[in-house]
């Protein structure tokens, strides 16, 4: 009746509750959560699971340290069919020199005549990122730790379920559809509003990040053009209305409808985010010899491999 | 207590049962693997730590790394028409610089390592092509996904782009370099990666590109 998978989960869920001494109509209800989850039964994912998050185990690598062992903890991993069509193709960059030199070196990029623009609104980003948010965020980083700022991030990234859910429908992605209405059932009951995510920890059941602009990406709509917005950052045509779209389906336009508080929701959002995110635009500054350009270069790509998936 | 240290047994045999499970790995990842272990061990490794020994760890974790990539491979790919018109030496110092300027942004954030581990999924070989996919898993964000292209030389897998969901690092790198040569020239890229590599901390005043 279950596949390898549902039952290491139920082997886990089991121990958990030898644990904790939970009562057993949490293990049967536990149970039909699974059942009634598609993603259990997706064909072709592979399972891992981490004791010492689960069972709260004092396995933790800081402890195997202490007793002067260097190596990792193992990660149990089942694989089954391990590479998945998301797998991009192997490129056909020639070794030796003889190549066709136009068709080989032909370069994949966003088109960009708005650049003056675009790098205007860049370092005025930039500006109010090492001017304001970063300085507010760092403050907000002392006050607030970091698990109640993950519990945070979690709500508001539960909140934004119907975004994802329908634009899965939309594509016709009735798996990732079922994950993310499974997901918000278990995390907004067991997650406490969706503070936690227990649907990850205990069930491991992956979100489907999807949003109004893949969805026109997946009906074959190209970027078009690059835009970097001052506040928001970077986007395109495409996704700028795609992220007009998912406007209307976020819920904090139903909940928060006063604009100023609604704003402010918005800000404390962005705000909590980046203070989990602290020194990834410094990093990509590091490393990059034009940041505008790579920036630019690093949203198309990560976009187009959000639409392949 | 009793029924704890059951559950002690039952979840030590299905740890065993996870791993016996584990389908056996191929070449490229057990050749990535081994030193990519061997560069964790040198991160964890106590003896390691402190201020005085990060010029030796440094060096330690530079050389597993050369031995991990392709880098006159991950020059070629990231330069791409201009590769043809450099000659030797000119080709020698960009592997030089472009190298440096990886090793200034990567090796700065090695201190940053808390342990975190790395799953590997799977790999594709297509002649002497190869794909490693690897997932890098925390406890409470989404796991990262990130692709390793490979090619086969003298029987040894060598790197030659790293893809971290979906970015990949040569094609971000032909961008920048492509759309430099374009507004000036290749002296300019080489003046430009110079000024960079020689100033170690230009993460902030570095805005205008």
Redesign the interface.
Known sequence: MFK?KNL?TL??I??FM??TGLPSFFHLSCQTAMAASPSVSVKGE?I????D?L?Y?PLE??NF?RH?I??????????ED??TEE??G??D?P?N?EYD?ESD?E???IYDPLEPVNRAFF?FN??LY?WVLKPVSTGYNKVVPEPLR?NVRNFFYNLRMPIRGINCLLQGKIKGFGTEICRFLINTTLGVLGTA?PAK?LFNI??RDEDFGQTLGFFGLGPVIYIDWPILGPSSLRDTIGYAGDMYLDPLNYIVTQNKYNLSARGYNTVNRISLKT?EY??L??????????L???YY??R???I?K | MKSAYLSGIAILFFIAAGISSASPAGELTEQIRQTTDKIISVLNDPCMKGPDKKEEKINLIRKLVYTLFDREGVSRRVLARQWRKLNDQEKKDFIFLFSKLLEQTYMDRIDNYSGQQVAYIGEKIDGKYGILKTKILSKNDKDIIVFYKAIKKNSKWLIYDVSVEGVSLVNNYRTQFQSIIMQSSYDNLIKTLKAKVNKPHSGKDNTKG
């Open positions: 390898k290491y082997q886990i089991f121990c030898l644990f592979y891992f699971f981490m004791p998050e069972l185990f690598a800081s340290k002067g260097n190596q990792p903890l193992p990660i149990e991993l089942c694989m391990s590479l797998t991009p192997i490129d960059w070794e020199e030199e070196w370069m994949d990029l370092s930039d500006k090492f993950k995510d920890i992956e979100g020194g410094e990093s500054k590091k490393a990059a010899l034009d940041p505008y350009v790579s630019r270069d690093a790509q990560y187009k491999n959000m392949r």
